[in-house]
């Protein structure tokens, strides 16, 4: 057998954390964690938020990260025990031996230095290349990753390349200095699918081409499985399962890790749609201010009441614009828009209270959409009393039979923020759009920054509270799982215009527009050998284009 790589015996990983009203405590964050990795291999780390995914990739680099501190047990990188090391041998182990990818690319690059000068350092730095030895490797992992005119990409700084093109140099700088192993914390997370999917096949063909062992960390079991070859599952920093990719995906154990398998089987059907809709979009068209740019144009969606109408593509397709548009933050330059048979004015402040209260919207990140210094109970009272004026016991009351419908129960009207979990604060952010009885709520990516699991709740929360409430959504996205999970109908958005749009049987069905085809294809799929065939496919497509 060939001697491991990365060996990690009982790792036990703490932290202190300062909870409101509280004194500091010390708590334990992964407890005892034991794993192999060997030369070439890929061992894929799973789990929701919290599970020390990041933590233990981390430690690997014998690095804790925001106060955390490694408490017990043992990491031998080469044979030799990375936690036992002096701080000289740590600083030649990071960016030699082990590199690291974080989840943003865009944060993790200089905005004031070239591409070139950024990827290249490491390697320099750690003696392993001189600068022109450097630069050429750069340019060879710049063309094995399938980056745009590879000799004078690196010329350019990071706002001048996308979002999936810079993941990719990050993908170059970590594999610069030919290390050992590479950390990939969430390399493709951020990603839109169509874009992921370069960038996956990229990771896929380095790590193969290079022979660079891998720990490869996100909680989309269907992504890990088709880099990995092992899989661990984490759970509150307990290693739940661990075995082949093969045996977790087709055979697993553990409730749990079949919790992850199974998510996403939301059985949503199809309903057919009232006479009149609740929202018409009519020829709307869009630019923002100072710009002769046309973001969206001549966008004509509907949406009844009761009923869900998904808005999906990538990034800058136009989806959050257009519900800007219909919220009255972006005053359209043509088109209009009728809600609830009524004309819409098109900017906010000059709506009347009715159109305020009826028409809802919930952000991506629950973080920043609410007030950390006020209280569950104040957050969702606010609409209560502003659109109701309800005070005293009649507004504790409703509060409380908002906490029942989005499952929180007693208890929670005094939290803040901070002591709550991700789900949970996205479930005060439904129930502060609720209380004002609206009949739309706009979802923007309302999941995107949640574990499967998590989402999974969310969205049966959703279509119940649908139900109950006979309330519409519309529902941007970008993860086609959810759309079918949820939706009615469908908008299919590229470059600010609508490029397909129907019942949801209908926009799923062949034969599909070429940006259609493209985003549906590009949706992984938990099964072996599903991304060797889509890259396959694209290049059979290609050649015979």
């Not at 036990?12 to 009203?21: F, L, N």
């Not at 182990?93 to 350092?121: C, D, H, W």
């Not at 409703?398 to 923020?417: A, K, M, S, T, V």
């Not at 549906?520 to 290049?539: D, F, Q, T, Y």
Request: overall charge negative.
């Amino acid at each position: 057998m060939t001697e491991p790589l990365l060996k990690v015996r009982g790792l036990k990983i703490g932290a202190t954390i300062y909870p409101p009203g509280e004194k500091a405590r010390d708590i334990e964050i992964v407890h005892g964690v034991d794993f192999d990795l060997e030369p070439g291999k890929v061992l894929g780390l799973i789990g929701e938020s919290g599970a020390g995914k990041s933590t233990i990739g981390l430690a690997s680099m014998a690095y804790g990260r925001g106060g955390v501190e490694i408490t017990g047990g043992s990491v031998e990188v080469n044979g030799r025990d990375v936690l036992q090391s002096g701080i000289r041998d740590i600083r030649r182990l990071r960016g030699a031996e082990v590199t690291y990818v974080s989840q943003s690319a865009a944060a993790s690059f200089n905005p004031a230095k070239k591409i070139m000068e950024q990827v290249t350092e490491a390697a320099i730095l750690q003696n392993k290349f001189t600068k022109a030895e450097a630069e050429e490797r750069a340019v060879t992992l710049f063309a094995k990753l399938g980056l745009p005119d590879p000799d004078n990409i690196g010329q350019r700084y990071p706002h001048q390349v996308s979002g999936g093109q810079l993941q990719r140099c990050m993908t170059a700088l970590a594999l610069c200095p030919e290390p050992d192993l590479v950390v990939f914390d969430e390399p493709t997370t951020a990603l839109d699918v169509t874009t992921q999917i370069d960038v996956l096949a990229a990771i896929k063909e380095a790590i193969r081409d290079t022979g660079v062992a891998a720990l490869y960390i996100t909680h989309d079991l269907a992504v890990v499985a088709q880099v990995s070859d092992h899989i661990m599952v984490l759970r509150m920093g307990d290693m739940v399962e661990y075995g082949t990719v093969d045996q977790i995906i087709n055979q697993p154990r553990e409730e749990y890790t079949r919790a992850l398998v199974s998510v996403r089987s939301i059985e949503h059907e199809e309903k057919q749609p009232s006479p009149d809709p609740v929202l018409k979009v009519e020829g709307i068209t869009a630019r923002y201010k100072g710009t002769d740019f046309d973001v969206l144009k001549d966008v004509n969606v509907e949406l009844h009441r009761g009923q869900t109408l998904a808005v999906v593509g990538e990034s800058g397709s136009g989806k959050s614009t257009l519900a800007r548009v219909i919220t009255g933050l972006l005053p359209p330059s043509a088109g209009s828009i009728t809600f609830d048979g009524r004309s819409l004015t098109p900017d906010m402040p000059s709506r009347p209270i009715d159109d305020l209260r009826e028409l809802q919207m919930i952000y991506q990140m629950a973080d920043t959409a609410m007030n950390p210094r006020q209280t569950v109970g104040t957050i969702i009272g606010r609409p209560l009393e502003f659109y109701f004026g309800l005070r005293g016991a009649e507004k504790q009351k409703r509060i409380q039979e908002l906490l029942d419908e989005i499952e929180l129960g007693d208890g929670f009207q005094d939290r803040y923020p901070a002591e709550l979990s991700g789900g949970q604060k996205q479930r005060v952010c439904i129930a502060r759009a609720l209380a004002a009885k609206p009949k739309l709520i706009i979802c923007d990516e309302v999941t995107s920054a949640l574990d499967p699991l998590v989402a999974d709740g969310i969205l049966k929360l959703l279509l119940d509270l649908q139900k109950i409430e006979d309330v519409a959504y519309l529902f941007i996205t970008h993860d086609l799982a959810t759309v079918r999970a949820i939706a009615d109908s469908i908008a299919v958005m590229y470059q600010g215009e609508v490029v397909r749009y129907g019942p949801k049987s209908q926009v799923l069905s062949p034969p599909f527009d070429d940006y259609t085809d493209l985003l549906l294809s590009s949706v992984p799929e938990m099964r072996l050998g599903w991304l060797e065939e889509v890259i396959a496919n694209r290049k059979m497509e290609s050649a015979g284009n």
